[in-house]
């Protein structure tokens, strides 16, 4: 399952739809959850035949994911921001990596940057290698670039609660920490998402994500 939680990127959100609907292999189901937005969310994401729409008020990133992961049916979930994109062979290349690895519980990858307009970026996100105890990598740094990058199973996302609403930001960090430290986890090196920057998005406050 592929789920996309939604504020205010009606702008964005098509091509994060459109690059689920191009997978090589096509997830179960996409769903899209608008978490109170106030532009044309809804228009864009009921234009897709593909999308199940499911609205919320306004309670934060962590719980529309929660509610995606809610309505979900698959064995694993994607959660791809709304503004991010997948490459095509995204899904394939977790599925090839977790044949290495079949308890894995989380499955990532690289990925690219663009920039606001979709443009690639020369620099890349991860600076590093990555060694094989995952745990204590995320201790050095959150390395699964983008939410979008990683899939996880469905029965150990639910053990550890979700998401945690009490946390404003690195929410996904806290959860690849919780899945490091009690699962085996896997990582390909083939890239197979594009990681949008924007100047006002929240992975530039440094202070916040601090």
Same mark, same amino acid.
């Given at each position: 399952?592929?789920?996309?939680?939604?504020?205010?990127?009606?702008?964005?959100?098509?091509?994060?739809?459109?690059?689920?609907?191009?997978?090589?292999?096509?997830?179960?189901?996409?769903?899209?959850?608008?978490?109170?937005?106030?532009?044309?969310?809804?228009?864009?994401?009921?234009?897709?035949?593909?999308?199940?729409?499911?609205?919320?008020?306004?309670?934060?990133?962590?719980?529309?994911?929660? #509610? *995606? $992961?809610?309505?979900?049916?698959?064995?694993? /979930?994607? !959660?791809?921001? +709304?503004?991010?994109? =997948?490459?095509?062979?995204?899904?394939?290349?977790?599925?090839?990596?977790?044949?290495?690895?079949?308890?894995?519980?989380?499955?990532?990858?690289?990925?690219?940057?663009?920039?606001?307009?979709?443009?690639?970026?020369?620099?890349?996100?991860?600076?590093?290698?990555?060694?094989?105890?995952?745990?204590?990598?995320?201790?050095?740094?959150?390395?699964?670039?983008?939410?979008?990058?990683?899939?996880?199973?469905?029965?150990?996302?639910?053990?550890?609660?979700?998401?945690? #609403? *009490? $946390?404003?930001?690195?929410?996904?960090?806290? /959860?690849? !920490?919780?899945? +490091?430290?009690?699962? =085996?986890?896997?990582?390909?090196?083939?890239?197979?998402?594009?990681?949008?920057?924007?100047?006002?998005?929240?992975?530039?406050?440094?202070?916040?994500?601090?």
């Amino acid at each position: 399952s592929v789920v996309i939680p939604c504020f205010n990127h009606a702008l964005y959100l098509p091509f994060a739809i459109e690059s689920v609907v191009r997978q090589s292999i096509q997830p179960l189901e996409i769903i899209v959850v608008d978490d109170g937005s106030t532009d044309s969310t809804r228009t864009v994401a009921k234009q897709f035949d593909e999308v199940r729409y499911e609205y919320q008020d306004n309670a934060g990133l962590s719980s529309a994911r929660n #509610t *995606g $992961l809610g309505l979900s049916l698959g064995e694993f /979930v994607i !959660f791809l921001d +709304a503004d991010d994109v =997948l490459l095509s062979n995204c899904i394939a290349l977790h599925l090839e990596c977790l044949a290495s690895k079949p308890q894995s519980a989380l499955v990532c990858g690289p990925c690219d940057l663009i920039d606001e307009d979709g443009k690639p970026l020369e620099r890349t996100y991860t600076l590093r290698e990555i060694g094989e105890n995952h745990y204590r990598e995320l201790l050095k740094g959150n390395f699964i670039s983008m939410p979008g990058a990683a899939m996880l199973r469905r029965t150990a996302l639910e053990s550890i609660g979700g998401f945690d #609403t *009490g $946390l404003e930001s690195c929410e996904d960090w806290d /959860v690849y !920490f919780k899945l +490091a430290r009690r699962y =085996l986890t896997a990582r390909h090196q083939t890239s197979c998402g594009l990681y949008r920057i924007r100047a006002n998005s929240m992975s530039m406050n440094g202070a916040r994500m601090l």
